[in-house]
Nanobody, 124 residues
Framework: QVQLVESGGGLVQAGGSLKLSCAAS????????MGWFRQGPGKEREFVAYISWSGTRTDYADSVKGRFTISRDNAKNTVYLQMNSLKPEDTAVYYCGRRDSSGSYYSTEAYSDWGRGTQVTVSS
């Protein structure tokens, strides 16, 4: 099991940037696919991005492609989400999760060990 703690959220104007961090404890982090998901007000949790254990493979939701970048530092047991050109529709609680099954990379069902999330609010 891995414990995850997200940080870096806040209030930012549209067009601004934020960098989220997800610090992990546990021995399986460096061998795990990690994902970022978000949950807006009244919405279901949705996929944002994932990164392979080595960092060589990533993918993004269409809504964030070209604006968000996921990365990881296995030496620091941390995964990051750089968010640029933020829009009001990016407002959500952002969560990181560890993929622990063979299910879809894009589904919450394939991930576990969720953190408590970090709030991102983008004002227009």
């Amino acid at each position: 099991q891995v414990q995850l703690v997200e940080s870096g959220g806040g209030l930012v104007q549209a067009g601004g940037s934020l960098k989220l961090s997800c610090a992990a404890s546990g021995r399986t982090f460096s061998s795990s696919v990690m994902g970022w998901f978000r949950q807006g007000p009244g919405k279901e949790r949705e996929f944002v991005a994932y990164i392979s254990w080595s960092g060589t493979r990533t993918d993004y939701a269409d809504s964030v492609k070209g604006r968000f970048t996921i990365s990881r530092d296995n030496a620091k047991n941390t995964v990051y989400l750089q968010m640029n050109s933020l829009k009001p529709e990016d407002t959500a609680v952002y969560y990181c999760g560890r993929r622990d099954s063979s299910g879809s990379y894009y589904s919450t069902e394939a991930y576990s060990d969720w953190g408590r999330g970090t709030q991102v609010t983008v004002s227009s």
